[in-house]
């Protein structure tokens, strides 16, 4: 399938589609006329890949999964995808935490910019 096909088949865009392929996750073999082409199987890949990235995974870690993107990578997970999956949620909850943290200190800015508002003037 040619790379717009593959991209329609997986809800992705062709950019991205190039960007899978030049991170080593996808390949495709080059038509007479140069375009892509890709195997039936590059759609089950993209699909892992896509739900992996939608898991908060980057696509350095998606790589781990590499061997398991042709079936269903949710399944049967390796031990050291397992363990970057645990490692990039560690990440995510310490970025949650700063940005709730900051979120709270402007909340109490904005409280009391507000208060000192309609505060009557004695």
């Known amino acids: 399938m040619r790379i717009g096909e593959l991209a329609k088949a997986t809800a992705t865009?062709?950019?991205a589609l190039r960007h899978y392929e030049q991170a080593g996750l996808i390949s495709s073999e080059r038509a007479a006329n140069g375009y892509r082409v890709y195997d039936e199987r590059a759609a089950v890949?993209?699909?892992?890949i896509r739900y992996l990235l939608a898991a908060?995974?980057?696509l350095d870690d998606v790589r781990?999964?590499?061997?398991?993107?042709?079936?269903?990578?949710?399944?049967a997970p390796s031990v050291t995808g397992l363990r970057v999956a645990m490692e990039?949620?560690?990440v995510l909850d310490e970025r949650i935490a700063a940005q709730t943290e900051a979120r709270d200190?402007?909340?109490a800015a904005l409280r009391q910019a507000t208060a000192d508002l309609v505060r009557p003037v004695a």
Request: glycine share 8%.
């Open 88 to 90: 990039r949620l560690a």
């Open 56 to 58: 908060g995974l980057t």
């Open 105 to 107: 200190r402007l909340a």
């Open 13 to 15: 865009t062709a950019r």
């Open 64 to 75: 781990v999964f590499a061997p398991c993107l042709d079936g269903n990578v949710a399944a």
């Open 45 to 48: 890949r993209v699909s892992n």
